[in-house]
C-alpha cells in the first residue's frame, strides 16, 4: 500500500505541474483541465482515506500541500467567451473582459497639465479613474508623457463601437466617481480639449479599409515608446490611403518595421459635445511602437535614406502637414499588457 500511495503522491505532483503550465492556455482548455484534476484528486483522497495507517495520514497531507501549492488560478467560462477568476480578483474589469474585448473607436486625448503638476495628474488619474473607466466599458489603453512637451499627458481610450462610446460618456461623467474627484482634476488642468475621434484601418489586398474592430492590446506597449505621426492630406486621403497600401507600408516591414496600427477620423456626430473632438476627414494616423528612441531614429533614418525617389515626391505630394509625437508609457501602462 505504501508503494502505491507514493506512486498516486507523484502522480499529483505532476498533475500541479499541468496546472501550472495551464495558465499559457486559453480560459476554455484551463477550465477543462481543472474540472477533470479536480474530480482525479477528489477520487483519490476517497480511497486514502479509506486506507489505515498513519503512512497514508502524511502522504494525504503531503498531497494537499502539493494542490495548495500549484498557485495556479482557475477561471470559469461564460457562455459569452468572457471569463471570471475564482481565486483572485485583483485583475482589471478590462483584464477580465480580454478573450471577448474589442475596441472600435478610440480618442487619442492630449491634456496640457499645469506646469510642474503633470507627475502629480498622472498619479491621481491612475488611482482614480482606470477601473471605474474600465467597469462603464471605456478601456484605457495606454498613459503617456509626450517628449518636448513637458506639461503634456496624453492618454487613449477605447470603445467597443460608437454606440457603447454613448452610453459610457454620460454614465460616467454625470455618474459618481467624476462628481467625487473632478474638482481634483479639473484644478490640475490647463487644456483638455485636443481629441482626436478615431475608427481603426486594416490592410486588405492592397488596400486600407476600415474596420469594425480591433484586437486592444495591439495598443498597449509592454516597454519601449509609442510614436504618433499625423498626417494630412488635403483633399487626397484616398490617394494617401492607397499610396500607404501599395507602397509606403509595404517598404516600412520590408526595413522591419511592422508593429503599428493605422486610424482615420470617425465623422459621424460627436453626440456628448461637452467632450469637444476634432474630426478632420483628411486625417490620417498611425501609432507605432519602438523598442527605444535610438531604435526609432536609426530605422527611420534607413527608411528615409533608402526610400525610391518617385516614392518620396509621392508622399511629398499627398501630404500637406505631417506631425509627429513620441510618447513615453507610464509605468502603470508598460505593466498592464500580460
Known sequence: MKDILLTRQKEIRILCTSLQ???????????????????????????????????????????????MNANVEPELVASNGSKSVVEKNTASAFDKAESTATIGVIELRNYVIKHGLRDTFIHYFEENFIKPQEALQGFLLGQYRVKGAEDNFCWIRGFKDMGERSKFLPAFYYGPVWKQ??????????????????????????????????????????????????????????????????????????????????????????????????????????????????????????????????????????????????????????HKKP
Open 181 to 334: 474627484h473632478k474638482q481634483v482634476a479639473n484644478a490640475m488642468l490647463a487644456n483638455n480639449d485636443n481629441v482626436y475621434l478615431l475608427k481603426p484601418l486594416l490592410l486588405r489586398n492592397d488596400s486600407l479599409e476600415v474596420a469594425t474592430s480591433m484586437d486592444p492590446f495591439r495598443l498597449m506597449p509592454t516597454n519601449g515608446i509609442a510614436v504618433v505621426d499625423f498626417y494630412i492630406a488635403n483633399t487626397k486621403l484616398d490617394q494617401l490611403l492607397r499610396l500607404f497600401a501599395k507602397e509606403y507600408l509595404p517598404w516600412l516591414k520590408e526595413n522591419g518595421i511592422s508593429d503599428f496600427t493605422l486610424w482615420t477620423s470617425v465623422l459621424e456626430e460627436n453626440d456628448f459635445p461637452r467632450l469637444p473632438v476634432f474630426q478632420d476627414k483628411n486625417l490620417l494616423v498611425t501609432i507605432t511602437f519602438y523598442k527605444n528612441e535610438l531604435t526609432y531614429e536609426e530605422e527611420m533614418k534607413k527608411v528615409t535614406s533608402k526610400m525610391r525617389d518617385d516614392l518620396k515626391a509621392n508622399l511629398q505630394d499627398v501630404i500637406t502637414i505631417q506631425h509627429t509625437m513620441i510618447l513615453y508609457p507610464t509605468e502603470k501602462t508598460t
Open 21 to 67: 503550465l495551464s495558465n499559457t492556455m486559453s480560459a476554455k482548455s484551463r477550465f477543462r483541465i481543472w474540472s477533470v484534476s479536480l474530480l482525479f484528486i477528489g477520487w483519490l483522497l476517497i480511497h486514502l482515506f479509506q486506507a489505515d495507517g498513519e503512512t497514508n495520514k502524511t502522504t494525504i497531507y503531503n498531497i494537499k500541500n502539493d494542490v
